[in-house]
Structures are given as structure tokens and as C-alpha cells.
């Protein structure tokens, strides 16, 4: 019987600690498949140089922790998401650069007319709306719709958790969870363009890379 009660009374305490363990790792991204790119920068592939993909920030973009066929995520409720378009159309130039060794120079966005993104209101009465994200191709339809909950929508925006991070939440703390849309699945089907990413692990460079794939038949 004692020896019972002992192993309860461990069991009960091995339970204690698993909890704030769990909470841990899930703040550091263990248990989800990618990886936000704030330890990196984040940049654009131009005939094989690398340029500051600014103003998309790295700390809103990410990336699958697997090697293989790794995905590009970006924060779907950002407004700069847009410039992935910009580069998706090649509306860009570039500006070389010797301030940064590891990378090439910026980038300098071109002027355009074209919205990729807007943003809708769509009232369910006098007071209440909800916020709807549509996504637009150069030729001004829409590709992609999404009611801005802050969460996944069981396609192509997912919640990922920015490793490292955590918010305060009704008087106690949770990992910093964001909706990021899946580019590369978007831009491939929508777009028909490929976007890879180049993982410079030495020199912390993220470097996307964008290529119109062959027509379809």
C-alpha cells in the first residue's frame, strides 16, 4: 500500500512539472513543424545575389523546420505581404550595396497601381463587421479570401507560434500565436509561380526565390 501511495504521490509531482515543461517548449515552437525567421535576414534572389528583402520583415515571415521542400509563410494580416507580390511581378529594382557583406544591396520597390491586397468590412448590422483579407493577381481578381479571426482557416492560413514569445492573456501568459498564409501553395496554384528558399546556415541568411513555372498545358 505505501509503496502504491508512493508511486501515486510521483506520478502526482512528475505531472506538476511536465505542465510548466510543456508550456516551455510550446513557447519555443517545439512541437509544430516551422520556424518564424527572426534569427535571420531575409532576402530576395537576384541572378544568384541575395538583397535585403526589406520592408518584408523577418520576423513576420517563416519556414519549415524540414529541408525538403521547404514552405514560405508570411504573416497574413501584414500589410507589407504585398511586396511578395511586387516580387512574385518582378515590379523591382535593384540597388547594389558593399554596407553588408553577406548580402548584395536592397531592393527598391517600384511604383505601382496595382493592389494585391485590400481589405473589406463586411457589417452583420449597424455596429458589428467582420474583416475580410482578399488577395488579388495582376489582372485584378481575386485569389484567395480570408475573415481575418487572427487564427488559422483550415487551408491555407495556419497558426504558427513565434519561438521565443508569449503574451499576456487574461492575467496569465501564452505562446505568441499568429495566422501566417502558406505563399508558396498560394503563389503556385494561383500565381503559377514557384518561390524556394536558399538557407545560408552559417551566415544566417533566409533568400527567397521566385520563377514563373512552365505554362500549363
Do not use: C, W
Amino acid at each position: 500500500m505505501k509503496v502504491r501511495l508512493k508511486i501515486t504521490i510521483f506520478a502526482v509531482i512528475i505531472g506538476i512539472l511536465l505542465i510548466p515543461a510543456y508550456f516551455i517548449l510550446q513557447t519555443y515552437g517545439v512541437f509544430q513543424k516551422e520556424k518564424v525567421l527572426s534569427d535571420y535576414a531575409l532576402a530576395v534572389d537576384v541572378n544568384g545575389k541575395s538583397y535585403d528583402a526589406l520592408p518584408l520583415i523577418n520576423s513576420f515571415a517563416a519556414m519549415d523546420k524540414e529541408e525538403d521542400n521547404r514552405q514560405l509563410y508570411y504573416r497574413v494580416d501584414m500589410s507589407h505581404i504585398q511586396y511578395l507580390f511586387r516580387i512574385a511581378y518582378q515590379e523591382f529594382d535593384i540597388k547594389p550595396s558593399e554596407d553588408n557583406p553577406y548580402l548584395a544591396g536592397t531592393i527598391s520597390y517600384q511604383s505601382t497601381e496595382n493592389e494585391y491586397v485590400k481589405t473589406e468590412k463586411q457589417y452583420t448590422n449597424a455596429k458589428d463587421f467582420t474583416t475580410v483579407l482578399h488577395f488579388y493577381n495582376q489582372d485584378k481578381e481575386v485569389i484567395y479570401s480570408y475573415q481575418n479571426t487572427g487564427k488559422g482557416d483550415g487551408q491555407l492560413v495556419q497558426s504558427i507560434i513565434h519561438q521565443g514569445m508569449s503574451r499576456s492573456t487574461n492575467g496569465g501568459s501564452e505562446a505568441a500565436r499568429d495566422p501566417y498564409i502558406n505563399v508558396t501553395t498560394l503563389f503556385h496554384d494561383k500565381l503559377n509561380i514557384d518561390v524556394k528558399l536558399d538557407v545560408d546556415e552559417e551566415h544566417k541568411v533566409v533568400t527567397i526565390r521566385m520563377n514563373k513555372l512552365e505554362a500549363r498545358s
